[in-house]
């Protein structure tokens, strides 16, 4: 970011920003106008869960090629370039080799498999969104009994009753918890959720919501072929997983000790003619997606402005623009957040926990911003023990994805 626009954003965070908007003034003390104060919505607990079978990228090659036989140099060759420039060390994935032993058509070409798919997907997402649930749920320790309101998120189910109602069944929620069911919000949808969950928590007073992301690659999983390339930046990039949050707003006396993050203004922006860049189809041979090659050039494009929407009307003194927040950005690619670290003009470690995230965990596509604010809170959590602060106060999450769409959050840190 150049000298003038890091100046000018330095004058958001100073309260120069004249440009009018329905957003109140805000401050570390909360919202400045008394008139229309009220408590904001707080993560209060996160958790994870994952699939058993552990993938390590350097032997994703070997293993892929022999899994679909294929023998075609060519492809190699690329599928090995990719690996090496993801920066992922290591991911997860439902699909072991007895599962595609038991599913052999999966690794075929052009071969109807959708209901296969969705028998292996509809499972495992369950699966794992109940587990990530039952770990959230003992980070907030409070029973399951307590939630009034779920947020489910996927894009690797289709069935009805959906998701949703499967896992509050397994989980034994009241069966007047109100549920909202968010699909196929690709890369977005952990923190498209978190909005939705904000919103609820602060008109519902006393509401408790559990957030969930449940994906899996299985749904797009395919075999080599030069008709379409693009498939191998999903093999090299894309993993399996499951996360979740609780919610709530003012938070109660055996909450404010674990609490996290407190979620101050919420925005969602598509970017009008990029419909195409991220595009997705459900086919007989299952879901198939194309990442654009301008994906990260569209994200540049954007993201300084839409950051500056997003924390103009903080009142704050001095400050070193971009670099005085932490920052949680949904590790799409190694290219995104190269892209977003040098427009926005960030020092190296404020991407350390995405960068963290990705390598672990590849891009698991919703789940994966939680996996960001997990390590973040760790970061945290060590600081503030070793007798200083947590850290910044304010901070963005972000994440992007179809549309194109750009998910933003402004948060204040509670550690």
């Known amino acids: 970011m150049s000298e003038e626009a890091n100046n000018s954003f330095s004058g958001c965070l100073n309260g120069d920003f004249k440009e009018a908007r329905a957003v109140p003034t805000m401050s570390a003390g909360g919202i400045s106008d008394p008139a229309i104060q009220r408590r904001k919505a707080v993560i209060l607990a996160l958790g994870k869960a994952l699939p058993d079978h552990l993938l390590l990228q350097e032997n994703l090659v070997e293993n892929y090629f022999r899994e679909t036989n294929c023998d075609d140099p060519v492809m190699r060759e690329k599928l090995e370039r990719l690996c090496k420039n993801t920066t992922v060390k290591r991911r997860y994935t439902v699909l072991s080799h007895d599962l595609l032993q038991k599913y052999p058509e999966l690794t ?10 969705l028998d292996i997907c509809n499972a495992a997402v369950t699966d794992l969104a109940h587990a990530a649930a039952l770990s959230c749920l003992r980070d907030w320790g ?32 009241r069966p007047d918890v109100a549920r909202v ?14 909005r939705v969950a904000k919103d609820l928590a602060e008109n519902n007073p006393g509401s408790r919501v559990l957030v969930v992301t449940s994906e899996t690659t299985a749904i797009g999983y395919r075999p080599p072929s030069r008709d379409r390339p693009y ?43 990029t419909a195409g860049v991220v595009d997705g189809k459900m086919s007989e041979e299952g879901v198939s997606f194309k990442l654009g090659r301008d994906l990260p050039e569209v994200i540049e494009g954007r993201v300084e402005e839409f950051c500056r929407r997003l924390i103009q009307g903080m009142e704050r003194e001095g400050g070193d623009g971009f670099n005085d927040l932490f920052w949680a950005v949904h590790p799409g690619g190694p290219a995104i957040l190269n892209r977003v670290e040098e427009k926005l003009g960030l020092w190296p470690e404020k991407l350390r926990c995405s960068w963290r995230a990705l ?57």
């Not at 399951?144 to 896992?167: K, M």
């Not at 069911?181 to 978190?194: D, E, H, K, Q, S």
């Not at 960001?372 to 070793?386: A, P, T």
């Not at 304010?394 to 549309?403: E, M, Q, Y």
């Open 231 to 273: 498939d191998l930046v999903g093999a090299a990039l894309f993993g399996d997983g499951a996360a979740a949050a609780v919610v709530g707003a003012e938070m109660e006396p055996g909450e404010a000790k674990a609490a996290f993050l407190e979620m101050e203004v919420a925005v969602q922006e598509f970017l009008v003619g």
């Open 181 to 194: 069911p968010l699909y196929f919000l690709g890369c977005y949808g952990g923190v498209a959720a978190l």
């Open 108 to 117: 075929t070409q052009v071969s109807p498999t959708i209901r296969q798919r």
């Open 359 to 415: 390598s672990d965990y590849g891009n698991a596509s919703s789940n994966t911003i939680f996996y960001v604010l997990d390590y973040m809170r760790e970061e945290m959590r060590k600081k503030k023990k070793k007798g200083g602060e947590g850290g910044e106060e304010w901070g963005l999450v972000l994440a992007f994805g179809p549309g194109v769409t750009f998910e933003g959050i402004l948060v204040r840190s509670l550690i």
């Open 142 to 173: 409070r029973p399951a009994a307590d939630i009034t309101h779920l947020v489910y998120v996927s894009s690797s189910e289709l069935r009805l009753p959906g998701g949703d109602l499967h896992l509050a069944s397994r989980l034994s929620l």
